[in-house]
């Protein structure tokens, strides 16, 4: 879903105090609102009423004004102009990103730390005099995440890629231990290079229990380290847990299935 069709489920703000121009040239994000709690708000439109999740925007740049392109402008100048636009609207709900101020580079660092307790991936670092440049363009805006949590989960089922790897089985589900039962917590598709993802095709093929359409189980010994962002609590999931940007970040051939970790590992890091 776009954020401009999450902003239409989420808030509603007098669009006549707003140019149209002036609206479509800011760059709209939601505040410390999860994935989970975001999906719960969109379905509230029709079952709940929308106060039970609140929300406000953060502005964080000003493309354009008034039909006049800023992206060539220092970013300390876009977001002066951006602040006074703010300014002229008075909605609480909409309001000017704050900066973060360090002192040094260790200081930065003890705040980035603190990111995941906001429910933030971390600092976004911009240099000042940057202007606003699209795609994936290095150098002026670095994102300076945390270090993501991990777990050690066990291989369940397996489904072949798209594309170039159509013919490969690349795309992954794992599980995590209740008792002596694995649980399916995550599926990944990313983190093992091509020699990797062909010995696991290999195995797979080899290994396979049963078939469910495209589907494979397989037999549940290989380990894998996975990263993931953050984990939220979920009715929809067997395990009532959803891990956010879950990606492989090793294959652990030194560990047997029977030392992956416990659900409870998980239920204890959700928020």
């Known amino acids: 879903m776009s954020i401009a069709a999450v902003l239409v489920n989420t808030l509603t703000v007098a669009a006549v105090a707003i140019p149209l121009a002036t609206a479509l040239g800011i760059a709209l994000g939601l505040m410390r609102l999860s994935s989970h709690a975001l999906a719960a708000r969109c379905a509230a439109a029709i079952i709940a009423p929308l106060r039970n999740t609140p929300v406000r925007v953060l502005a964080y740049d000003l493309l354009e004004l008034d039909g006049e392109d800023l992206r060539a402008l220092p970013l300390q100048q876009r977001r002066l102009r951006l602040a006074e636009v703010i300014g002229r609207l008075g909605d609480t709900r909409i309001q000017l990103s704050p900066e973060v101020a360090a002192v040094d580079w260790a200081h930065a660092a003890a705040m980035r730390e603190l990111a995941r307790e906001r429910g ?52 992954y589900t ?79 051939h030194d560990k047997p299935a029977s030392e992956a970790d416990q659900l409870a590992t998980l239920q204890a890091l959700a928020r």
Do not use: C
């Open 174 to 252: 794992f599980g995590v231990w209740v008792g002596d039962t694995l649980v399916p917590v995550a599926k990944a598709y990313s983190g093992l290079d091509d020699k990797e993802i062909l010995a696991l095709d290999r195995w797979i093929r080899a290994n396979t229990r049963e078939r469910f359409g495209p589907v494979r189980s397989v037999r549940a010994e290989q380990v894998f380290e996975l990263g993931f962002e953050a984990v939220n609590q979920s009715s929809r999931h067997k395990s009532g847990v959803a891990v956010r940007f879950p990606r492989i970040l090793r294959w652990r």
């Open 120 to 171: 933030v991936e971390g600092l976004m670092l911009k240099r000042r005099a940057s202007p606003y440049q699209a795609g994936r363009r290095r150098g002026d805006w670095w994102k300076w995440k945390v270090d993501p949590l991990t777990i050690d989960a066990v291989l369940l089922y397996a489904q072949a890629g798209h594309g170039r790897r159509s013919t490969l089985y690349t795309d």
